[in-house]
């Protein structure tokens, strides 16, 4: 039975340019499905925020580009601005439905953002 779960990833940039940004949020939401075993019919919506230092594009704006998740909803927000926190990070909530177990789920951590969670990378969630 598919229930729905939330599974989480981030990734880091080096600039805040339009096509680096878009490309790393494509990198980190195909990774997320690849590694959960995801179809776009399995998506019930996705959570993006980015850090304050990345303006130059929507991260959402690359997934909607793609025709099979243009009815997907999706919905982008800045994060919080931490002092010490990790810049140019990009992060993602994948909501979906799957048959997998909260410890099943694959989190996907790329990049600099590995060090936001160490206890997922090392259980499972990929680095």
């Known amino acids: 039975m598919k229930v729905v779960r939330g599974i989480r990833g981030a990734i880091t940039v080096d600039r805040d340019e339009r096509e680096e940004i878009k490309q790393a949020s494509l990198e980190l939401f195909t990774q997320i499905l690849a590694e959960n075993e995801l179809s776009p019919d399995d998506i019930a919506g996705v959570f993006i925020t980015a850090t304050p230092d990345l303006r130059s594009v929507f991260p959402a704006e690359v997934i909607r580009e793609q025709e099979c998740f243009r009815y997907i909803p ?33 989190h996907v951590y790329l990049r600099g953002a590995q060090s936001l969670r160490k206890d997922l990378c090392q259980r499972g969630g990929k680095t």
């Open 74 to 106: 999706i919905l982008c927000a800045q994060e919080m601005d931490v002092e010490g926190a990790l810049q140019k990070c990009i992060r993602m909530l994948v909501l979906a439905h799957t048959p997998k177990g909260p410890q099943e789920v694959r």
